[in-house]
């Protein structure tokens, strides 16, 4: 084990080396730069292509090419560089194209605030671009899970052929702390097999190998409605269907795989916080704080937003009866927790710029203590 | 075709989809010669293109790895499959809306880092899969779904612009000029660099037919008449050359 210490958006270029990313393709936006800065220096010193684009577009579509010619590729980018990404990312979901994107919040809507902190574009990972579609978005809380979700991100992508985004926040990627690398990580592959159905059968759950350009394979790629050979199948509703169909199915049937939490105190907690990201380490704080007093409180914590994790309702105890979900948005996850669970679920939305600290939380919880 | 140029063409695939009378047919067989004539390997091959019917020439045609991406976008694309893999050959093909309009922002930084791709821009000067409307290549005067009274605005020169951004190749033909452009495309794949190459290619659905050049022929015979030769150009007054095309090789990147 070696020990960093590093800062979230540092450690996020570590682990997307390890995961054995080798191309980088980037706009400078604040406040995600710093991982383009540290990746355009590691990739010289290892071999890795490294490309500074025009804009945000260009650099998604770049990834996306190298991703076809064979290369794990990242893309780094904030809030508005985000929303200009968001036609690459239906183009990545609709070819199945494995790609991973990080966005490191900042205050919106809009230019907002560059180096303030956010979660508000939790949303926008999901919908962002058009048509029904899924993507996978992970959310670390630590410096040390900035580089572990990253390469659970590449091995997701790889593993389901799907667009993984790392939704983290200026606050974990300006944050230092230590981070330990340990030696033995899992890193997955995507299947290369040669074959010449490439888009999927009608096992609707099945992710199908990807072949490489430049072997041979005369690779047919394209966003528009496709058979499971690549040919453009534009006026057909079947093949739409079972195309859409399996885009969504592929990551929902396997959500149970994907998602990932955390849990504090869970067990006899009769007020649960739901929390993610930055906001979490406040949440802990503030049960840790409150249970020292005797109270009956617990935390769940997501690492995975999307798919949301609509199974916590098994994760949260019979006792729980209240819900709180402290956001630095306006209530983008709480929203979606509704969809799932009965009993009552308590906002706090902060949207100014500022982490939410844990004596607010706390002086928010007493009132359901 | 002759029957050994089926080779390049992806099994299955007879025909194009293209309207009668258009000239990028035309285009798809003289970039098929040129890479025959060139004994190239379709297998290290890798054809990008944008949105628009010209993005169709090379998908799903081409026996060769495609990459038909979103609108505008061809060059980005390419860009990062060439910068990983450098002995992927990469073509892009798309057209004047895709990559003047839409892309325009992508041709011009393509050409300042001299990324070794093969920029063949199918220009037909109207956005015809989305019913005709004006784009960047459309001449003044032009009668649109979108300019009625006539398109007030002047033309982008395409190849003036990517020599400024640093091409190291520009070249204009028609494909009333099959020989030229033949060469031309066998040129640019030689040329270690960006090389461009813009094809006047005419659209008799979407553009001739409210242009008064009603059949294929007037089209063709219309592109003819625009067209002049670069060497005959500096022989001519600029009075003569109102309303010409000058085609032509326009740096050279032999060297």
Same mark, same amino acid.
């Given at each position: 084990?070696?020990?960093?210490?590093?800062?979230?958006?540092?450690?996020?270029?570590?682990?997307?080396?390890?995961?054995?990313?080798?191309?980088?393709?980037?706009?400078?936006?604040?406040?995600?730069? $710093?991982?383009?800065?540290?990746?355009?220096?590691?990739?010289?010193?290892?071999?890795?292509?490294?490309?500074?684009?025009?804009?945000?577009?260009?650099?998604?579509?770049?990834?996306?090419?190298?991703?076809?010619?064979?290369?794990?590729?990242?893309?780094?980018?904030?809030?508005?560089?985000?929303?200009?990404?968001?036609?690459?990312?239906?183009?990545? +979901?609709?070819?199945?194209?494995?790609?991973?994107?990080?966005?490191?919040?900042?205050?919106?809507?809009?230019?907002?605030?560059?180096?303030?902190?956010?979660?508000?574009?939790?949303?926008? +990972?999901?919908?962002?671009?058009?048509?029904?579609?899924?993507?996978?978005?992970?959310?670390?809380?630590?410096?040390?899970?900035?580089?572990?979700?990253?390469?659970?991100?590449?091995?997701?992508?790889? =593993?389901?052929?799907?667009?993984?985004?790392?939704?983290?926040?200026?606050?974990?990627?300006?944050?230092?702390?230590?981070?330990?690398?340990?030696?033995?990580?899992?890193?997955?592959?995507?299947?290369?097999?040669?074959?010449?159905?490439?888009?999927?059968?009608?096992?609707?759950?099945?992710?199908?190998?990807?072949?490489?350009?430049?072997?041979?394979? =005369?690779?047919?790629?394209?966003?528009?409605?496709?058979?499971?050979?690549?040919?453009?199948?534009?006026?057909?509703?079947?093949?739409?269907?079972?195309?859409?169909?399996?885009?969504?199915?592929?990551?929902?049937?396997?959500?149970?795989?994907?998602?990932?939490?955390?849990? /504090? /105190?869970?067990?006899? +907690?009769?007020?649960?916080?739901?929390?993610?990201?930055?906001?979490?380490?406040?949440?802990?704080?503030?049960?840790? +704080?409150?249970?020292?007093?005797? $109270? =009956?409180?617990?935390?769940?914590?997501?690492?995975?937003?999307?798919?949301?994790?609509?199974?916590?309702?098994?994760?949260?105890?019979?006792?729980?009866?209240?819900?709180?979900?402290?956001?630095?948005? =306006?209530?983008?996850?709480?929203? $979606?927790?509704?969809?799932?669970?009965?009993?009552?679920?308590?906002?706090?939305?902060?949207?100014?710029?500022?982490?939410?600290?844990?004596?607010?939380?706390?002086?928010?919880?007493?009132?359901?203590? | 075709?002759?029957?050994?140029?089926?080779?390049?063409?992806?099994?299955?695939?007879?025909?194009?989809?293209?309207?009668?009378?258009?000239?990028?047919?035309?285009?798809?067989?003289?970039?098929?010669?040129?890479?025959?004539?060139?004994?190239?390997?379709?297998?290290?091959?890798?054809?990008?293109?944008?949105?628009?019917?010209?993005?169709?020439?090379?998908?799903?045609?081409?026996?060769?790895?495609? %990459?038909?991406?979103?609108?505008?976008?061809?060059?980005?694309?390419?860009?990062?499959?060439? %910068?990983?893999?450098?002995?992927?050959?990469?073509?892009?093909?798309?057209?004047?809306?895709?990559?003047?309009?839409?892309?325009?922002?992508?041709?011009?930084?393509?050409?300042?880092?001299? @990324?070794?791709?093969?920029?063949?821009?199918?220009?037909?000067?109207?956005?015809?899969?989305?019913?005709?409307?004006?784009?960047?290549?459309?001449?003044?005067?032009?009668?649109? *779904?979108?300019?009625?009274?006539?398109?007030?605005? *002047?033309?982008?020169?395409?190849?003036?612009?990517?020599?400024?951004?640093?091409?190291?190749?520009?070249?204009?033909?028609?494909?009333?000029?099959?020989?030229?452009?033949?060469?031309? @495309?066998?040129?640019? %794949?030689?040329?270690?660099?960006?090389?461009?190459?813009?094809?006047?290619?005419?659209?008799?659905? *979407?553009?001739?037919?409210?242009? *008064?050049?009603?059949?294929?022929?007037?089209?063709?015979?219309? %592109?003819?008449?625009?067209? @002049?030769?670069?060497?005959?150009?500096?022989?001519?007054?600029?009075?003569?050359?109102?309303?010409?095309? @000058?085609?032509?090789?326009?740096?050279?990147?032999?060297?």
């Amino acid at each position: 084990m070696v020990q960093h210490y590093l800062s979230g958006n540092e450690a996020i270029v570590e682990g997307a080396i390890r995961a054995g990313c080798r191309y980088y393709a980037g706009y400078p936006i604040t406040p995600s730069t $710093e991982i383009m800065e540290r990746i355009s220096v590691r990739f010289s010193e290892i071999g890795g292509v490294f490309i500074q684009m025009e804009d945000e577009i260009a650099a998604i579509c770049s990834v996306i090419g190298a991703s076809w010619a064979g290369a794990k590729a990242l893309t780094a980018t904030s809030g508005p560089g985000f929303s200009l990404m968001q036609e690459g990312i239906g183009y990545a +979901a609709m070819t199945e194209t494995p790609i991973v994107v990080v966005d490191v919040q900042r205050a919106g809507p809009s230019t907002g605030q560059a180096t303030r902190v956010a979660s508000g574009d939790v949303m926008q +990972a999901k919908w962002g671009s058009s048509g029904d579609y899924q993507v996978i978005a992970v959310c670390p809380w630590s410096v040390q899970e900035a580089y572990e979700q990253t390469i659970n991100a590449f091995n997701l992508a790889e =593993k389901y052929r799907v667009p993984v985004i790392l939704l983290t926040e200026e606050a974990i990627g300006h944050l230092r702390e230590r981070m330990d690398v340990v030696n033995d990580i899992e890193i997955f592959n995507h299947k290369k097999k040669r074959s010449t159905d490439l888009f999927g059968t009608e096992e609707r759950d099945v992710c199908p190998p990807m072949p490489t350009f430049g072997e041979g394979e =005369k690779v047919l790629v394209t966003g528009s409605t496709h058979d499971g050979y690549g040919f453009r199948r534009t006026d057909d509703p079947i093949v739409q269907d079972q195309l859409v169909s399996r885009l969504n199915e592929k990551i929902i049937n396997n959500s149970e795989k994907i998602i990932d939490y955390d849990n /504090y /105190y869970l067990e006899d +907690a009769k007020v649960v916080i739901i929390s993610y990201g930055f906001t979490a380490r406040s949440s802990l704080f503030a049960v840790e +704080a409150l249970r020292a007093e005797g $109270e =009956k409180i617990g935390m769940l914590r997501l690492k995975t937003l999307w798919p949301f994790p609509d199974s916590l309702k098994k994760h949260i105890g019979a006792n729980a009866n209240v819900l709180f979900v402290p956001e630095m948005n =306006k209530g983008q996850v709480a929203g $979606e927790i509704r969809k799932y669970v009965s009993c009552q679920v308590v906002t706090f939305t902060q949207t100014n710029g500022e982490v939410i600290y844990p004596d607010i939380i706390i002086e928010q919880l007493r009132r359901y203590l | 075709m002759p029957r050994d140029m089926r080779q390049y063409l992806r099994p299955g695939i007879t025909s194009t989809p293209f309207c009668p009378g258009c000239g990028h047919g035309i285009l798809m067989g003289l970039i098929l010669r040129a890479i025959h004539q060139l004994e190239l390997n379709m297998d290290e091959m890798l054809f990008v293109s944008g949105i628009g019917c010209a993005a169709w020439i090379p998908s799903p045609h081409f026996n060769a790895d495609t %990459l038909h991406i979103l609108h505008g976008r061809a060059i980005p694309a390419a860009t990062g499959a060439k %910068l990983f893999n450098p002995k992927l050959r990469v073509m892009v093909i798309s057209g004047d809306g895709d990559l003047a309009d839409i892309g325009g922002n992508h041709l011009i930084h393509a050409a300042r880092r001299n @990324i070794d791709l093969t920029v063949i821009c199918a220009s037909n000067m109207v956005y015809s899969m989305t019913g005709g409307q004006a784009s960047s290549t459309t001449s003044v005067g032009a009668f649109t *779904q979108t300019t009625t009274q006539g398109n007030p605005y *002047q033309p982008l020169d395409l190849c003036r612009l990517v020599i400024a951004a640093g091409a190291k190749y520009a070249a204009r033909y028609s494909v009333t000029q099959p020989l030229a452009l033949i060469t031309a @495309i066998k040129k640019a %794949l030689h040329i270690n660099g960006f090389c461009f190459i813009e094809v006047l290619s005419p659209c008799p659905t *979407q553009f001739g037919r409210h242009n *008064q050049l009603n059949t294929p022929v007037d089209m063709i015979k219309n %592109l003819m008449e625009k067209c @002049i030769t670069k060497n005959r150009a500096n022989k001519s007054s600029s009075e003569e050359l109102k309303g010409k095309i @000058i085609t032509g090789e326009f740096t050279n990147g032999a060297s």
